[in-house]
C-alpha cells in the first residue's frame, strides 16, 4: 500500500515557476515508477511525466516537454515535477500516482494516487 499526497499548487502568473512536491507512506517506495498527471475542467485526465524507479529514466507529454522536470529522491520518498514557463494552458489539477514495475503513459495502469493539487495560471 502506498498513499500520496501533493503539494506546491498556487496561483501564479504566466511564465512563472512551481515545484510540486509528491510525498510517499511506505517503505518500498523506491520499487515504484512514478507519474504526474493533470486534469483541467471540463477535459479527460492527460499525461504530463513519468520516471522510473531507479530516477534514471523520464517521459514528458510533448506539451510540456522543455519546461517541466520530473525528478525523485527515494531517499525522501517524494517525487517532484518542477514547472517553468508556465502557461495558462497548464492550469489544471495535478495528481501524482505511483504503479509497479514500469511507467506507464496512461493513468489506468497506476494502482495509487493522491488528492491533487490544484495549479492556476493567469495570462
Known amino acids: 500500500q502506498v498513499q500520496l499526497v501533493e503539494s506546491g499548487g498556487g496561483l501564479v502568473q504566466a511564465g512563472d515557476s512551481l515545484r510540486l512536491s509528491c510525498a510517499a507512506s511506505?517503505?518500498?517506495?523506491?520499487?515504484?515508477?512514478m507519474g504526474w498527471f493533470r486534469q483541467a475542467p471540463g477535459k479527460e485526465r492527460e499525461f504530463v511525466a513519468s520516471?522510473?524507479?531507479?530516477?534514471?529514466?523520464?517521459d514528458y507529454a510533448d506539451s510540456v516537454k522543455g519546461r517541466f522536470t520530473i525528478s525523485r529522491d527515494n531517499g525522501k520518498n517524494t517525487v517532484y515535477l518542477q514547472m517553468n514557463s508556465l502557461k495558462p494552458e497548464d492550469t489544471a489539477v495535478y495528481y501524482c500516482?505511483?504503479?509497479?514495475?514500469?511507467?506507464?503513459?496512461?493513468?489506468?495502469?497506476?494502482?495509487?494516487w493522491g488528492q491533487g493539487t490544484q495549479v492556476t495560471v493567469s495570462s
Open positions: 500516482a505511483a504503479r509497479q514495475p514500469a511507467p506507464s503513459l496512461s493513468g489506468d495502469e497506476y494502482d495509487y
Open positions: 511506505g517503505r518500498t517506495f523506491s520499487s515504484y515508477a
Open positions: 520516471i522510473c524507479w531507479s530516477g534514471g529514466c523520464t
